[in-house]
């Protein structure tokens, strides 16, 4: 009964213990260098001289050995280097096996060829680090590293920075490296060295893993070879054609081969000794009668005059309507066991997977040598015993469950179920039925199942890691959005690291607020938020959150009651705290560049274990990564305020001409801080025109805003004085840009408002305008009608071909129209192509055509822009009101030169 093995399993050992792997203990420097982390060994800055290769063990060589076949080429290994390369931001990341040679196993970022190299040991980086096994080896600078300067790969170039930790399986037995290497020096950070370790450990677990399972594969080949070693065929008869299949066991066995063989049930009888033809055919129509199981043991004489003992197991197989179809079974030669099964027993015995058999009434029949061990009991104290009483704690397991299900159904079980103590262990378990009870094979599996689990708790975190860490660069994005932020981070921690937890964060003026908590029980999810709510002002300074925000350091707290809940005042804080019933804490500061910007404490319940040296170095790593998006988040929204104030200060308010109302809009991108190119701008001629003016410098930095600010002075300066009209102030502008030297290119619109008396009298105004690559300027009319202010072909931007020809337009339009210039990042993105966004835009303009002129700007940009802006927007519109009456509040009080309003 497999309930509790121990012993070898996979490995043939008694026991196997856990080596030093993931420790976090490393050869201690004296004093950190050059950035290198406190602890890690740098013996390039030690100035211990180089090491010898490691001496070749024969417990290493045999561990290489059995892991080389299955790491080289391993998926999951491939995914676990990659993933290494991308966390720490490396050149290159490997996995390397040291045996008689280094051989690289998997990679990333490695030359096309890598994958199975094998390297001298003398020539080996592996081999350096394994000589200081168990602790890492990092060096920001190979070249100057004693034990590392001299190897091929860092004379060639190849390894600038290097950092590595040795991987150890079985038995603690280091076997290979998982290294990262850049071409350019590095300081690696204690991060660095934390995340390498932890994903050495899932490395190393994958590599035990893969042993186990070969092994595992080994002992269930060596179990179908020794069937095959008792000879057993197999048959299948279809009783509607009458055609009877035998493999090839089964057909030598009766002495035919393919040719004599006539796949009828005759070829049975032809071969049936005389004395037993009546009791095959009864035992088989029997079979066939009840659709039940066939069992028969007969006589066969051979041509040669041989007599053979055949035993023939099987079971009919019926159709919808209950009447048998098929007979399907096995046979084999039972002459040498005819009175026992001393050749089965045999091969049985010698067998090192576990067997045993029960009969009809669950009692033991069978159990090899290696079932009394695994189970602990002697065949005698077995045999005869029944299962139930041997092992009660089978009894409602999945044991039962199988067994009965296997006797019940006549099928094949295949599981894995957990014993409990004493034998504490898992098993996969293959359960046969037969005619006289259940034939039971199972191997100790409790070493895979923890390598698997581990493997498994590794990948999480380190996938916690990733996504946490993704999911902060796309959440951050302004004060607003820290808490969501948090939040998101709360439910991601949840429940890899604990039951609940509350995240805290320092404001600028220095005061904590608790703004994002998360409990795995969705029923006790507000009883946490009102936690996070009232704890603070409940805390005194000797409380672990105050204290590990004072000192910097984690704290990590056995008995969260007796810690926090006995200061805790009276009432609802004490209340809500007990509902809670934390039993474990972690609590740990989120520090960056000195500061400290929040907390993250992390609660388990009384039931769960206490947190782990992976689960500390996992909060550790989330609590590092948070601070660093948080500090970054903020001094990018500082950056990009500065940027912002910046490009506004470059652009001016608009004027107020007479019953003309013009709006401006300047919306900088929230992804990026950075100053841009676009621009507007709007100004009276001495003649009372109007010039409107939208343009966009390639680029966006601070060259394009200088650029920015040159263009819009010197166009101002051009189209001021009387005479030019926007095609000759675009031309004059582009033979400046040429004359300079400034080495800008850039787009731009320009529209000049003029009006004659007699235009004035009629209640027209004419529109002059000219483009120089720019997107089309849209006219709404009075009647809601929006028209593109597009020519023929499209004109050169400015900056290109100086000599450029640039044309005029002019449209003649009714007082009531508004006209309306942007630059392209309001209708052209990633998710947005030029020409859906111009259509759209002008169907946001028709909709809009009767609000207020700054409704109509502000709405534009909401519709085209609901998730925000992916570049700059520049936008400038001019709303001509009719002349006929009072003007109008909103067109402000400028004069044009020369003009009497109406009253």
């Not at 676990?80 to 390397?96: E, F, I, K, N, W």
């Not at 009840?290 to 055949?310: H, K, N, Q, S």
């Not at 067998?351 to 029960?358: E, G, I, K, Q």
């Not at 004359?739 to 731009?748: C, E, K, Q, S, V």
Request: aromatic share 6%; net charge negative.
């Amino acid at each position: 009964m497999p309930t509790g093995i121990r012993g070898t399993g996979m490995l043939g050992a008694r026991e196997c213990r856990a080596g030093p792997r993931g420790r976090n203990v490393i050869v201690t420097a004296p004093e950190p260098v050059d950035g290198a982390p406190a602890g890690a060994i740098d013996a390039g800055r030690m100035g211990t001289p180089p090491m010898d290769t490691p001496p070749m063990d024969t417990a290493r060589l045999d561990a290489v050995r059995r892991l080389e076949s299955t790491a080289l080429g391993s998926r999951s290994l491939q995914r676990l280097t990659d993933l290494t390369q991308r966390l720490l931001g490396t050149d290159a990341a490997a996995v390397s096996l040291a045996g008689d040679v280094e051989t690289v196993v998997s990679g990333a970022g490695l030359p096309s060829g890598s994958l199975g190299r094998q390297v001298p040991l003398a020539d080996s980086l592996c081999a350096v680090v394994l000589a200081a096994a168990p602790d890492a080896l990092l060096a920001p600078s190979a070249a100057r590293h004693p034990r590392l300067a001299g190897l091929p790969a860092v004379r060639g170039g190849a390894v600038g920075a290097y950092l590595a930790v040795p991987l150890a399986v079985f038995d603690g037995t280091a076997v290979g490296t998982l290294a990262v290497y850049s071409g350019a020096e590095r300081v690696w950070a204690d991060t660095d060295v934390a995340l390498l370790r932890q994903l050495g450990d899932a490395v190393s677990s994958e590599l035990q893993l893969a042993a186990l399972s070969q092994e595992f594969e080994a002992h269930r080949l060596r179990f179908e070879l020794a069937i095959d070693a008792a000879e057993i065929g197999s048959f299948d008869w279809d009783l509607a054609t009458g055609r009877l299949v035998w493999d090839d066991r089964l057909v030598a066995l009766f002495g035919y081969d393919r040719s004599t063989f006539d796949e009828t049930i005759g070829a049975v009888m032809a071969r049936c000794h005389p004395d037993d033809r009546e009791r095959l055919t009864e035992a088989l129509q029997s079979a066939i009668d009840t659709c039940g199981e066939y069992d028969a043991e007969f006589r066969i004489v051979l041509p040669t005059g041989e007599t053979r003992w055949i035993q023939g197991r099987g079971r009919a197989l019926a159709d919808d309507h209950g009447v048998a179809v098929r007979l399907v079974g096995a046979g084999f030669d039972t002459t040498s066991q005819r009175h026992g099964e001393a050749r089965v027993s045999r091969v049985l015995e010698v067998m090192r997977s576990a067997f045993f058999s029960l009969d009809r009434d669950w009692r033991f029949t069978y159990v090899n040598a290696e079932a009394e061990r695994v189970l602990e009991r002697d065949r005698d104290e077995l045999l005869g015993g029944s299962v139930w009483d041997l092992f009660p704690a089978a009894v409602g397991s999945d044991f039962e469950r199988n067994y009965r299900g296997a006797a019940a159904t006549g099928e094949e079980r295949v599981f894995e179920a957990y014993y409990p103590p004493p034998l504490a262990a898992w098993f996969e378990v293959r359960a046969w039925p037969g005619p006289d009870g259940l034939s039971v094979y199972f191997l100790d599996v409790t070493e895979r199942r923890e390598a698997e689990e581990r493997a498994r708790r590794s990948a999480a975190r380190l996938t916690l890691v990733a996504e946490v860490t993704a999911g902060l660069s796309a959440a951050l994005g302004g004060a607003g959005h820290e808490a969501v932020a948090m939040q998101r981070v709360a439910e991601s921690v949840i429940p890899l690291l604990g039951d609940w937890v509350i995240v805290s964060l320092v404001d600028g003026d220095g005061r904590m607020r608790d703004v994002a908590s998360w409990h795995r029980d969705p029923a006790l999810r507000p009883a946490a938020a009102r936690y996070a709510e009232l704890r603070l002002a409940s805390l005194g300074p000797t409380a672990p959150l105050m204290r590990a925000l004072a000192s910097g350091q984690m704290r990590i707290v056995d008995d969260v009651d007796a810690a926090v809940g006995r200061m805790l005042p009276p009432g609802e804080v004490s209340d809500v705290f007990r509902t809670l019933e934390p039993g474990s804490a972690i609590t740990l500061p989120m520090a960056a560049r000195g500061r400290t910007l929040g907390a993250l404490s992390v609660y388990r319940a009384p039931d769960r274990t206490p947190v782990d040296q992976d689960d500390v170095a996992t909060v550790r790593d989330l609590a590092d990564r948070i601070a660093l998006a948080l500090d970054n988040s903020r001094l990018y929204e500082q950056q990009r305020g500065l940027a912002e104030g910046l490009q506004r200060s470059l652009l001016t308010a608009p004027p107020a001409p007479d019953h003309a109302e013009i709006v401006v809009r300047y919306k900088a991108a929230v992804e990026a801080a950075e100053v841009g190119g676009d621009w507007y701008d709007a100004f009276l001629q001495p003649s009372g025109a109007t010039m409107v003016v939208i343009g966009d410098v390639v680029g966006h930095d601070t060259e394009a805003a200088a650029a920015m600010g040159q263009l819009r002075g010197m166009l101002r300066g051009i189209a001021y004085r009387e005479g030019a009209g926007p095609a000759e102030v675009l031309s004059q502008l582009d033979a400046a840009i040429h004359g300079l030297d400034m080495g800008t290119m850039a787009t731009a619109a320009i529209a000049r408002v003029e009006q004659t008396p007699e235009e004035r009298a009629a209640g027209s105004t004419r529109l002059r305008w000219s483009n120089a690559g720019h997107p089309p300027p849209l006219l709404l009319h009075p009647d809601g009608r929006v028209e593109e202010l597009a020519g023929e072909r499209a004109e050169l931007m400015l900056g290109v071909d100086p000599s450029a020809s640039r044309t005029d337009a002019v449209v003649t339009v009714t007082r009531g129209a508004t006209l309306l210039l942007y630059t392209d990042g309001l209708v052209e993105g990633r998710d947005l192509p030029l020409d859906e966004g111009i259509a759209r835009l002008r169907a946001a303009v028709a909709q809009l055509a009767e609000e207020p002129l700054a409704v109509l700007c502000d709405q534009v940009i909401e519709r085209l822009r609901p998730e925000g802006l992916q570049d700059d927007v520049a936008l400038v519109a001019v709303r001509l009101h009719r002349e006929d009456r009072p003007r109008p509040a909103e067109a402000g009080p400028q004069r044009v030169p020369g003009r009497t309003p109406q009253r």
